[in-house]
């Protein structure tokens, strides 16, 4: 079964700097789409990023983007001028060919003024 | 847009109460799906549907049924709740097959559910 580990429970930032928020996965599959979705305190769940496992190119977002290793299965965002409208809960995710989208546990991200 | 409406926002139920979750989607979407989310759990998948009339279980079934009569509609049943099931529950719809496989979920805006 694949799995999705997020091993920072909570990170924090000065606004206008940049954040790594980092993912690893378990799979056995080589054609797979890893994604980062965004939850504020709303609760909706936003799509910030995905990734096509076969490209080598990591995907980018205006001031997101991602770090995509996949012989490590390591897929991190990176968060460039953060602002305080980034302060949510990130989740990895990961989905493979077919439909179900498996989710790490989350990391919080505080901003600070 | 409509996209993925879930009904109700917020609910209290009493342990041993049934009470159903709707969701709806207007994208024409074959794949629905119930996720729980709980704290440091992320999302977890409880059911899902690769079209109508066709259900599966996923990581965490027990205690809720599902349906797909429909393309649009993909209802939730809590059978006899717990305080166990006081969580988060979202549904989620996208297209299906593997040319749709990277696009992500559309979300709906989530239930809080509460047993006491």
């Known amino acids: 079964a694949q799995t999705v580990t997020q091993s920072q429970p909570e990170m924090s930032v000065q606004e206008a700097e940049t954040v790594t928020l980092s993912c690893t996965y378990d799979?056995?599959?080589?054609?797979?789409?890893l994604f980062w979705y965004k939850q504020p305190p709303s609760r909706q769940m936003i799509l910030v990023i995905r990734?096509?496992?076969?490209?080598?190119q990591n995907a980018t977002e205006n001031r997101f983007s991602v770090n995509f290793q996949k012989a490590a299965k390591s897929f991190s965002l990176k968060i460039s001028d953060s602002q305080l409208g980034d302060a949510a809960m990130y989740f990895c995710a990961y989905r493979r060919g077919g439909n179900k989208l498996v989710f790490g546990a989350g990391t919080i991200l505080r901003v600070k003024s | 847009n409509a996209g993925v409406t879930q009904t109700p926002k917020f609910q209290v139920l009493k342990t041993g109460q049934s009470m159903t979750l709707q969701c709806a989607q207007d994208m024409n979407h074959e794949y629905m799906s119930w996720y729980r989310q709980d704290p440091g759990m992320g999302l977890r998948l409880i059911h899902y549907s690769v079209g109508a009339g066709i259900t599966d279980q996923g990581e965490v079934p027990n205690g809720y049924n599902v349906s797909r009569s429909t393309t649009e509609d993909f209802p939730l049943r809590l059978l006899s709740a717990a305080p166990s099931q006081t969580s988060v529950y979202f549904c989620?719809?996208?297209?299906?097959?593997?040319?749709?496989?990277?696009?992500?979920?559309?979300f709906g805006s989530g239930t809080r559910l509460t047993v006491v």
């Open positions: 989620a719809s996208s297209y299906s097959g593997t040319t749709a496989t990277r696009y992500g979920y559309t």
């Open positions: 799979t056995s599959e080589s054609d797979y789409y």
């Open positions: 990734q096509e496992a076969y490209k080598q």
